[in-house]
């Protein structure tokens, strides 16, 4: 399923951990691959994709704007949908606490499917 909106936002953590394809032995690695797949997709969407812990040091790539959290990941994406409420914005995560706390400002949520196809 892919999903289309003016801003995607995406958290790293929650869709990485959603396939046990190693990650965990280089959690920035995987981050990487993913920020790569997400830039791959093209399109006038903008992207954020947003990092926390051993992933900080990901650098965004054109199409897709890395967004380190200095904190927690969720309240970081907490505050970006805050940031971009009224617009067309989807956050792509698994977490249930955090899909009702951006629900809160009117955005979309949809599972890590939408940007794993190998899922």
């Known amino acids: 399923m892919a999903v289309v909106a003016g801003v995607l936002i995406v958290d790293a953590a929650n869709v990485v951990g959603s396939v046990p394809d ?3 032995r280089d959690r920035r690695g995987a981050a990487e691959r993913l920020r790569d ?3 791959a ?3 006038d969407e903008e992207i954020i994709l947003v990092v926390e812990g051993a ?3 990901v650098e ?3 199409g897709v704007r890395v967004d380190p959290a200095p904190g927690s990941g969720d309240d970081r994406i907490v505050e970006l949908a805050a940031a971009h409420a009224g617009r067309d914005c989807v956050v ?3 977490d249930r606490e955090l899909r009702e ?3 809160a400002y009117g955005v979309r949520c949809v599972g890590p499917r ?3 196809p190998d899922r």
């Open 22 to 24: 190693g990650w965990w």
């Open 37 to 39: 797949r997400l830039a």
């Open 41 to 43: 997709r093209g399109g």
């Open 55 to 57: 992933a900080r040091g």
């Open 60 to 62: 965004s790539v054109p």
């Open 92 to 94: 792509v995560t698994a």
């Open 101 to 103: 706390r951006v629900r």
């Open 114 to 116: 939408a940007v794993r």
